[in-house]
């Protein structure tokens, strides 16, 4: 049974730097094709796409963020760290980390979600 | 900014069908699998279809999906009170080596 929890600061301020961590279980990122992804949602808005590292330690990243984003992954310890930089109000949001398997491109398991708050 | 259009929202009665177009372009939906995701009012997303029509395993054959160039569909038939939800797709984006999802859909059970 695969399951992923996200955790980290519900408020960070402007400027700030948001690190969130997805733990998981029921499956490793060192198996070949396995992948963690980060999503995330405003409130009221729409799904989108932030990054997603594979088992191998490619990333991917949205374009329209790539220079705040960094994935990394801690095999061992069954984790997966989203770090974004600058922090702005618009970046409010659930964040979600989701499981990517080795045969395709979606997410079949998601975690709850976080919400995370810009304000000063 | 989705790179994905769909409808803001559909209605129908309980029994009826309703379809939900997601359409892209050729980076995109046109040469990748598309995915579909229901998310429920204050919940995550919930996997239901992907390689376009494929359903794993505890999804209804209520729901079905489908892909035709640059546009895959969504079809509920059946509709029940339960599934009022938002719906999302989500494919490939081969020029920008990233993921993408749609702009989402509300269902409505009249």
């Known amino acids: 049974q695969i399951t992923l929890k996200e955790s980290g600061p519900t408020l960070v301020k402007p400027t700030q730097t948001l690190t969130l961590t997805c733990t998981f279980s029921?499956?490793?990122?060192?198996?070949?094709?396995?992948?963690v992804g980060w999503i995330r949602q405003p409130p009221g808005k729409a799904l989108e796409w932030l990054a997603l590292?594979?088992?191998?330690?490619?990333?991917r990243y949205s374009p329209s963020l790539k220079s705040r984003l960094t994935i990394t992954k801690d095999t061992s310890q069954n984790q997966v760290v989203l770090t974004m930089t600058n922090m702005d109000p618009v970046d409010t949001a659930t964040y979600f980390c989701?499981?990517?398997?080795?045969?395709?491109?979606?997410?079949?398991?998601w975690g709850q979600g976080t919400l995370v708050t810009v304000s000063s | 900014q989705s790179v994905l259009t769909q409808p803001p929202s559909v209605s129908a009665a309980p029994g009826q069908k309703v379809t939900i177009s997601c359409s892209g372009s050729?980076?995109?939906?046109?040469?990748?699998?598309v995915s579909w995701y229901q998310q429920l009012p204050g919940t995550a997303p919930k996997f239901l279809i992907y390689?376009?029509?494929k359903r794993p395993s505890g999804i209804p054959d209520r729901f079905s999906g489908s892909k035709s160039g640059t546009s895959a569909t969504l079809s509920i038939t059946g509709l029940q009170t339960g599934d009022e939800a938002d719906y999302y797709c989500?494919?490939?984006?081969?020029?920008?080596?990233?993921?993408?999802f749609g702009t989402g859909t509300k269902v409505t059970v009249l």
């Open positions: 590292i594979y088992w191998d330690n490619n990333e």
């Open positions: 050729s980076s995109n939906i046109g040469n990748n699998y």
């Open positions: 029921g499956f490793s990122l060192s198996t070949s094709g396995e992948g």
């Open positions: 989500g494919t490939w984006d081969s020029s920008l080596s990233a993921g993408v």
């Open positions: 989701a499981h990517r398997p080795g045969s395709g491109w979606y997410f079949d398991y």
């Open positions: 390689e376009n029509y």
